[in-house]
């Protein structure tokens, strides 16, 4: 039995086998043949090309199962390694630059993925999917078999793995999953938040773990204690069970609290709405009594797939949820891609400092045609419900200026098809740079509503990475430079009249509600497992403590200061 510690990320306690996930990227290193070897190394690489060939006509072959998608890409994908001047291409790179064949691949894909990318049009989107998944087969047959199929999993399991990406995480079989371990991982990672979403077990940052133990190896996983024990005893094994059941019970305590109004004791109403990331999410904010949903990380529909959603794909999508939601305010964030949510399609690959670089809005404007049909798609299901769009990473007035002409342009190609659609879209700003909240006076002039996003709010104010676990210690959102921010924001919102919200994790931690109420914030959105927890809080508040706290915390000189201030406050 090994019992090892690491970052509790997200509650309750799993136990089961285990599956180990490698890396997602193929790493291929930068290698050369000897001269003698280089007609081998063609051989190999025609092999391997004549296999990728077999697969696909075999999957040709199970077309009726396969999804539409995946159908049309393996059609095109038989096209490409068909064409001589791909594999020709190839084979020059290996010949003549002595390259191995892994490599060639490589880099002769990567070089023609660049080449589309920088086109800005659908079409050639989809080419790069193309591309993408002929690589991966053909890495597949030249470095034995290593591919890694996450979504195929057949049983409950405990997913180990040495670090996870969203794009990994979010095509796991959600009713498989029974807890995450990894041995990389911070709590404001992307796959910490969807394992509080979909209310799994995880503790990351774990020495080793996925060394330790093994396919198949019994573990357990506490996320409340940030333990996972591999091979557990007998003995501990019942005492987890015993502890399981409690846990389970306070599941059934929190459905109690679904009825009851947000507000704290003194009367004030505080609006929780929920994070999603799929359309599935949906029941799951009305099952746990949600105002709405304040953030929808629409990139979640695209990562992880071979191809980029249509304008009427995108639509129904959107379309499901705001009907889901029954009136009640939808509010989808244009798909943030880029630094961890890395997506080949629209992402640059090695980016000296991708949190720095082109991600979020930013790839929205290089990707403009891809951007105007996410937001035709939404204008034409506006019409179904509720809805406004909101944009990450806002820098400042003149990015939502830009953003605002392309709406407008993609308002004009919706009215020509002549299709009905919601004219009035609300637009909204995420507040996750220090830029954005002090430029907040001209912001608002431009806005119509406003985010704060604390997960990378903190990070960039306190210049820390977020998925960093050596510097994971000096995360705090409750730092006071982060606080001064968010009461700064809260109060030009506040004053001219526009609803502003947090939706960063930090608002579905109970000890940091107080701490926001004081700072004058009265929306949040949380993923929706942790809402009952929240808004139990909520209702033991009184408003005036809430102000006093925070006058107190920012005039603190250190996060360990109002965590000291914070902890005494929930101790009374
Ligand atoms: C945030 O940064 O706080 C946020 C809500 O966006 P994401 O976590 O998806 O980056
Ligand atoms: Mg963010």
């Known amino acids: 039995m090994e019992t090892l510690s690491g970052q509790k990320v997200s509650s309750g306690i799993a136990m089961g086998q285990a ?137 409950k399991t405990i997913v180990i793995a040495d670090d996870l990406t969203p794009s990994q995480a979010v095509t796991l079989d959600r009713d498989k999953v029974l807890a995450f371990a990894t041995e990389k991982g911070s709590w404001a990672s992307h796959t910490a938040i969807l394992a509080r979403a979909l209310g799994i077990p995880a503790v990351v940052a774990v020495p080793h773990v996925a060394h330790l133990a093994s396919i198949g190896s019994q573990v357990i996983v506490d996320g409340d204690a940030g333990v996972v024990i591999v091979d557990p005893s007998e003995e501990t094994r019942k005492r987890y069970l015993e502890k399981r059941k409690r846990s389970r019970r306070s599941t059934v305590a929190d459905s109690n609290i679904r009825r009851q109004p947000s507000i704290t004791r003194d009367g004030e109403e505080i609006r929780i709405y929920c994070n999603i990331e799929t359309k599935e999410d949906v029941p799951r904010v009305k099952k746990y009594g949600g105002t709405g949903v304040g953030l929808f990380r629409t990139e979640f529909l695209f990562l992880g797939r071979q191809t980029t959603l249509s304008e009427d794909e995108q639509y129904e999508v959107y379309r499901e949820a705001l009907e889901g939601m029954e009136g009640k305010m939808v509010t989808i964030r244009s798909m943030d891609v880029g630094a961890d949510k890395f997506d080949r399609r629209f992402n640059a690959r090695n980016e000296p400092n991708p949190f720095l670089g082109e991600r979020s809005i930013r790839v929205s404007f290089r990707h403009t045609e891809s951007f105007k049909t996410q937001m035709r798609a939404i204008m034409r299901a506006g019409i179904h419900g509720k809805v406004r769009v909101m944009f990450p990473l806002i820098m400042d007035s003149g ?77 705090a959102p409750h730092h006071p430079a982060v606080l001064q921010l968010i009461k700064h924001v809260i109060k030009v919102a506040r004053r001219h009249g526009k609803y502003c919200s947090v939706c960063g994790e930090m608002a579905g931690e109970p000890i940091y509600i107080p701490l926001l109420l004081g700072l004058g914030v009265r929306n949040i959105s949380v993923a929706p497992p942790s809402l009952p927890k929240v808004k139990r809080m909520v209702r033991s508040l009184y408003l005036s403590h809430c102000h006093h706290l925070a006058d107190a915390a920012l005039r603190a000189s250190s996060a360990d200061e109002v965590m000291t201030l914070l902890e005494q406050g929930s101790s009374k």
């Open 399 to 475: 990015d939502m200026i830009r953003a605002r002409a392309l709406i407008a342009e993609a308002r004009a190609e919706v009215e020509e098809t002549g299709v009905p659609f919601e004219r009035d879209l609300r637009v909204g700003a995420m507040i996750e740079l220090p830029s954005a909240a002090l430029n907040m006076e001209a912001l608002v002039q431009h806005t119509d509503f406003f985010s704060i996003g604390t997960n990378d709010l903190t990070q960039y104010t306190l210049g820390v990475d977020r998925l960093n676990h050596r510097v994971s210690n000096l995360y």
């Open 19 to 155: 599956i180990i996930l490698t890396s997602e990227e193929i790493k291929v290193q930068e290698a050369y043949v000897d001269e003698s070897k280089i007609e081998l190394e063609v051989k190999r690489f025609r092999r391997a090309l004549v296999k990728s060939e077999k697969d696909i006509k075999k999957l040709i072959g199970e077309q009726d199962q396969v999804h539409v998608d995946v159908g049309r890409i393996i059609a095109t994908s038989l096209d490409f390694l068909a064409d001589d001047m791909l594999s020709g291409a190839i084979e020059g790179a290996i010949r003549e630059q002595r390259y191995t064949a892994a490599y060639a691949v490589c880099e002769t894909i990567s070089t023609l993925t660049e080449q589309f990318k920088a086109i800005d049009n659908p079409a050639f989107s989809s080419k790069v999917a193309d591309m993408i998944d002929i690589e991966h087969r053909l890495l597949n047959h030249l470095m034995g078999g290593r591919l890694n199929r996450v979504q195929k999993l057949t049983a």
